[in-house]
């Protein structure tokens, strides 16, 4: 192949490859972005959807460096509790056993756990353990002669205080007031209206539900992100990021083959003739 010919192709793949090099890396790539965004958010800002308060809480990265934030809302609910029958339960900073009686039982019975151990050590005249005698629970007292007598554990220890509660009836438990809503021979069910916090997790550029509201959720940063209802604009632009990147795809494959191609005409003009 002539030389001539070959500087010719040569110029012209390398003209082309440059072109082709200078706007790829010169190109912007386009980024999703939100002129009028319903919200724009940092970590602690509280704003308003469908009547509701809602609280950014924080934002964060995952192990992969993605965006995340998390957005929170508390809101008013039923809550419940069950008691089983024979369980202990702690009420007015005293623990209680459960009990309830027979197969159709309507109400149950709290009963007073005794600290027997506190109750023995707090009396000097008595031993700080009971004793067991011919199936018998024992107390072993000193009188005040000196003289030690056995006293029947139920005689000793104070009768434990008794709390009924029925179907529909209210008492205080755990700083709050609860309801009995139901009883069976296995537990009993307690209610109670109190608050709880619903989280929602926010990603980078994906679709989120807050209250009623599909949001389009963008982080144009790592402390703030926004929330957007025009999800026309957000497919738009993913549609534009898409033919970006289609298009560097062929440009970079334009530059490869026209570089290649230039060294595969040098190497051909150096090739030996065989005339």
């Given at each position: 192949?002539?030389?001539?010919?070959?500087?010719?192709?040569?110029?012209?793949?390398?003209?082309?490859?440059?072109?082709?090099?200078?706007i790829v890396t010169t190109a912007?790539?386009?980024?999703?972005?939100?002129?009028?965004?319903?919200?724009?958010?940092?970590?602690?800002?509280?704003?308003?959807?469908?009547?509701?308060?809602?609280?950014?809480?924080?934002?964060?990265?995952?192990?992969?460096?993605?965006?995340?934030?998390?957005?929170?809302?508390?809101?008013?609910?039923?809550?419940?509790?069950?008691?089983?029958?024979?369980?202990?339960v702690e009420v007015d900073g005293?623990?209680?056993?459960?009990?309830?009686?027979?197969?159709?039982?309507?109400?149950?019975?709290?009963?007073?756990?005794?600290?027997?151990?506190?109750?023995?050590?707090?009396?000097?005249?008595?031993?700080?353990?009971?004793?067991?005698?011919?199936?018998?629970?024992?107390?072993?007292?000193?009188?005040?002669?000196?003289?030690?007598?056995?006293?029947?554990?139920?005689?000793?220890?104070?009768?434990?205080?008794?709390?009924?509660?029925?179907?529909?009836?209210?008492?205080?438990?755990?700083?709050?007031?609860?309801?009995v809503d139901a009883v069976s021979?296995?537990?009993?069910?307690?209610?109670?209206?109190?608050?709880?916090?619903?989280?929602?997790?926010?990603?980078?550029?994906?679709?989120?539900?807050?209250?009623?509201?599909?949001?389009?959720?963008?982080?144009?940063?790592?402390?703030?992100?926004?929330?957007?209802?025009?999800?026309?604009?957000?497919?738009?632009?993913?549609?534009?990021?898409?033919?970006?990147?289609?298009?560097?795809?062929?440009?970079?494959?334009?530059?490869?083959?026209?570089?290649?191609?230039?060294?595969?005409?040098?190497?051909?003009?150096?090739?030996?003739?065989?005339?």
């Amino acid at each position: 192949m002539q030389r001539r010919a070959v500087a010719v192709y040569v110029a012209f793949f390398l003209l082309v490859g440059s072109a082709t090099g200078v706007i790829v890396t010169t190109a912007q790539t386009p980024e999703v972005s939100f002129e009028n965004p319903d919200h724009e958010l940092s970590s602690g800002d509280t704003f308003e959807v469908d009547g509701d308060e809602y609280a950014v809480a924080e934002i964060s990265e995952d192990g992969d460096g993605n965006l995340l934030g998390q957005v929170e809302r508390n809101r008013t609910a039923e809550q419940s509790e069950s008691w089983s029958n024979g369980s202990t339960v702690e009420v007015d900073g005293d623990e209680w056993d459960v009990r309830i009686e027979g197969e159709n039982a309507s109400s149950f019975t709290l009963v007073e756990v005794l600290d027997r151990t506190a109750i023995l050590e707090e009396d000097s005249n008595a031993d700080n353990e009971t004793i067991e005698r011919d199936g018998e629970e024992y107390v072993v007292v000193e009188d005040g002669e000196g003289e030690t007598q056995l006293v029947p554990a139920d005689e000793y220890f104070p009768t434990p205080e008794e709390r009924s509660y029925a179907v529909d009836d209210e008492f205080e438990y755990a700083d709050r007031t609860v309801t009995v809503d139901a009883v069976s021979a296995d537990a009993a069910t307690l209610v109670w209206t109190g608050t709880e916090t619903v989280s929602t997790e926010v990603e980078q550029n994906t679709r989120v539900t807050i209250g009623d509201t599909e949001y389009i959720a963008h982080f144009p940063d790592d402390s703030s992100f926004v929330l957007s209802t025009d999800a026309e604009s957000f497919e738009a632009q993913l549609a534009e990021i898409e033919r970006h990147e289609t298009n560097s795809d062929g440009l970079w494959r334009v530059m490869i083959i026209s570089l290649l191609s230039s060294g595969l005409f040098l190497a051909m003009a150096f090739m030996p003739s065989r005339y």
